[in-house]
């Protein structure tokens, strides 16, 4: 596009203009082909950051970042959908609701990311199974999905090559938390992959990105606008993130409590939200007429077992031990285990989510740099908000590589849960909200 002229796109942007669709795809693919510089594309995401994007230039801005790469053709898959989670601690979900949509009657190829911050990723946790493989070929991915409806594997890079050198330069100049960007850089990624529906989960609260619901709101509310402008069926929940989700955070642990929910045996939270949002992927992919069809289905596939044993399917394809999920003891296991206490008696007041990945990244379960994640490590709660406790109870459990962690790892943790008067409030309902 050689008459793209970005200075004038900055301009227009800084002043809050009306942005043509032109020029937002000839900023992507001019950015792409080395013709607009790193500072030129700096100072346009400041100018978003400050000004914002409506909803169309948002859409222009997302359609060009996943056309400026590969994308998939799922056309010929049945009843394709996506599932997405903005991220939290202690967010498992996609082992679960993933298997029970395909149970249920979905295809799902999805790609995933590692974690990000003090999030943890999905593709982190599946690699906590000895031998599964996350680095699939596309070729692999599309045989995989057609033969067993459920392929879950780490993101192409080929997929959105705009999204990966935009978000590296959001993180040099301090715009990632502008709303339009963050919708872009997840949609864009969405929209390449392939699917016909997509199902978000966008969090907030301590653990999330999104601090209020309705910040949250917001950003679910853009990205199913983008979605539905690309053809795409779309769903989103907003669900709370101030406490962990489950009673697990670690990768070892979380894959353990995935399949604890799978047989039925899971924390109350996570399966409600699991089987909301698996619901949801069977509802807009067409594998069911009609919302209450879809509850019943994906009820039927994890009382039945069926979401399990698809699950393990999965996991065997891609070359890793599917008797850790008969037997979990052949997972990797820290070398330490200690309780924390309660110091008084009371009820559990908060448990700070953000303060719980902090204690997990200090044991060594979030990434640093090159630093390698160790899958055993994690924090395992044994109670939540509004649940009574008496002094010296066990309120949490902590798996550590080493005494000195084990220590620091208390610390924090003990600051994450706090212990407040027994006449406080019962524990809340967890809290699902859906925006369209």
């Known amino acids: 596009m050689a008459d793209f002229d970005m200075i004038a796109l900055i301009e227009a942007t800084k002043r809050g203009s009306a942005l043509d669709d032109r020029a937002i795809a000839g900023f992507v693919q001019s950015y792409m082909a080395g013709r607009v510089s790193e500072a030129q594309a700096a100072a ?24 400026c790469g590969e994308t998939l053709d799922l056309s010929d898959l049945a009843h394709t959908a996506d599932k997405h989670s903005t991220g939290g601690v202690g967010d498992k979900v996609t082992l679960v609701a993933c298997p029970l949509a395909v149970a249920a ?24 199974i000895p031998g599964f493989r996350t680095d699939l070929s596309a070729k692999e991915f599309r045989q995989q999905a057609a033969r067993v409806g459920l392929v879950v594997a780490s993101q192409s890079h080929e ?21 339009p960007l963050i919708a872009a850089s997840v949609m864009s990624k969405k929209l390449a992959a392939g699917a016909s529906s997509i199902v978000l989960d966008v969090k907030w609260g301590r653990g999330a990105f999104m601090g209020s619901a309705d910040e949250a709101a917001r950003l679910a ?10 053809g795409r069926a779309m769903g989103a929940a ?80 891609q070359g890793g031990d599917a008797r850790v999920l008969d037997d979990p003891s052949r997972l990797p296991r820290a070398p330490l285990v200690d309780v924390l ?24 379960g ?43 790892a208390k610390t924090i943790a003990g600051r994450a849960m706090r212990v407040g008067d027994a006449a406080g409030p019962p524990k809340a309902e967890f809290e699902i909200r859906w925006v369209s």
């Open 159 to 179: 997929l959105s090559p705009a999204d990966r050198r935009l978000y590296a330069l959001r993180h040099e100049t301090a715009t990632v938390d502008s709303l």
């Open 44 to 67: 346009w995401l400041m100018a978003v950051c400050l000004k914002g994007l409506d909803d169309g230039a948002a859409s222009a801005l997302t359609a060009a970042m996943a056309a």
């Open 105 to 128: 009657g979905c295809t799902v190829a999805k790609m995933s990311g590692r974690g990000l911050g003090h999030t943890g990723g999905t593709i982190d946790k599946l690699e906590a």
């Open 341 to 364: 206490r309660s110091p008084t008696d009371g009820r559990i007041s908060a448990v700070d989510a953000l303060g719980i990945a902090q204690a997990v990244a200090r044991l060594g």
């Open 366 to 408: 979030s990434r640093k740099g090159r630093e390698a994640i160790d899958h055993r490590v994690g924090v395992r709660l044994l109670r939540k908000c509004g649940d009574p406790v008496e002094p010296g109870e066990p309120i949490l459990e902590i798996h550590a590589p080493s005494t000195e962690l084990l220590e620091h």
């Open 238 to 317: 907003v669900t709370p993130m101030n406490q962990p989700l489950g009673f697990s955070v670690g990768h070892v642990l979380e894959v353990r409590e995935a399949v604890e929910t799978l047989r039925g045996d899971g924390p109350s939270d996570l399966e409600a939200l699991s089987l909301e949002l698996s619901a949801k992927m069977v509802h807009l992919s067409g594998a069911a007429e009609s919302w209450e069809a879809a509850r019943d289905a994906v009820g039927e596939a994890l009382t039945s077992g069926r979401a399990l044993a698809k699950l393990a399917e999965m996991v065997r394809s």
């Open 221 to 230: 509310s853009l990205m199913c606008h983008i979605g539905a402008s690309q």
